[in-house]
């Protein structure tokens, strides 16, 4: 199979206007601060447009789904709807987008992936054959047909990956500090870190909710799957910081202060 191009960031973002409005429909959403109403996965939000857009995109967090505006699909809605499906959309659907939504969930993983693995090309210059592989393959799976992927094993494809982005982090934390600290995993909600020196630090899935970061200098700590809703970040150094998402970002609270990969950008709810 011939290598595809290197994958770009601006793929690997939302384009809702190229969707069929697929998270608004494929997800379940529960009650709670995130969300006003209650929803099951296949069913479509009642904010959801003929159009597929969003009738209160405008004042989702005033209209009681603040949620909406923290998940990110990487750019998977419109690669599901233009290119898997050719702008077909899941009304069309005999099975009223049953098999659309499970690709979706697929390929939303995938291009999460790429978006890992693009950033640890840019990190890791003596792993560039390694992770250039990895991107590539993991690309052309995005690129398979609604069967090849529905009946992909993309749990155990993910394990693959995290190995070269484990490997990823350990260079470039290395290159910070001797002793690069772990608390991968920890529970720190609530936690008063603020100016905390977390240079170097493996923050991998750590639970941050609620933490005080003002301040603190995350320079180059590996922040992959770490929790930050509500987050306070105001004043924190994020610029170096690895393995960031928007997401994450859109979840927490910073100001102008904020230093952010060039990467991201500053949600528009922050001040």
């Known amino acids: ?30 009650a709670s601060a995130d969300f006003a109403i209650d929803k099951p996965a296949g ?41 898997t499906y050719g702008g077909r959309d899941w009304r069309q659907a005999a099975d009223s987008g049953a098999q659309m939504f499970e690709v979706f969930s697929v390929v939303r993983l995938l291009h999460e992936l790429l978006w890992y693995l693009t950033e640890a090309l840019e ?18 799976l995005t690129l398979g047909s609604p069967e ?11 394990s693959r990956i995290n190995d070269l982005l484990l490997q990823t982090s ?23 870190l603020r100016g905390a020196d977390l ?23 590996d922040l992959i799957g770490a929790e930050l809703r509500d987050t306070d970040l105001r004043g924190a150094h994020l610029a170096r910081s690895i393995f960031l998402t928007q997401m994450q970002l859109n979840a927490a609270r910073g100001d102008a202060t904020t230093t952010l990969p060039p990467r991201l950008t500053r949600p528009p709810h922050w001040p």
């Not at 595809?4 to 793929?11: F, N």
């Not at 069913?43 to 005033?62: K, S, T, V």
């Not at 350990?170 to 008063?192: F, K, N, Y």
């Not at 240079?199 to 700590?221: E, F, I, K, M, V």
């Open 1 to 30: 199979m011939a290598p595809s191009q290197p994958v770009r960031r601006l793929d690997l973002r939302a384009d809702c206007a190229q969707c069929a409005g697929l998270c608004c429909v494929a997800l379940a959403i529960t």
């Open 43 to 83: 069913e479509p939000c009642p904010n959801l447009r003929h159009d597929f857009r969003c009738g209160i995109h405008a004042r989702l967090r005033d209209g009681g789904f603040p949620g909406c505006t923290v998940y990110d699909c990487f750019g998977a809605g419109q690669k599901v709807t233009q290119v």
């Open 123 to 140: 990190l890791a210059p003596s792993l560039h054959g390694e992770l250039t592989r990895a991107l590539d393959d993991t690309e052309q």
């Open 148 to 158: 090849s992927l529905t009946a992909l094993d993309v749990l155990a494809h993910r």
């Open 170 to 192: 350990e260079l470039v934390r290395a290159g910070v500090s001797p002793t690069p600290m772990s608390r991968r995993g920890s529970d720190l909600s609530g936690a008063d």
């Open 199 to 221: 240079r170097g630090t493996d923050l991998r899935s750590a639970y941050l909710t609620g933490a005080d970061l003002r301040q603190a200098d995350l320079t180059t700590a």
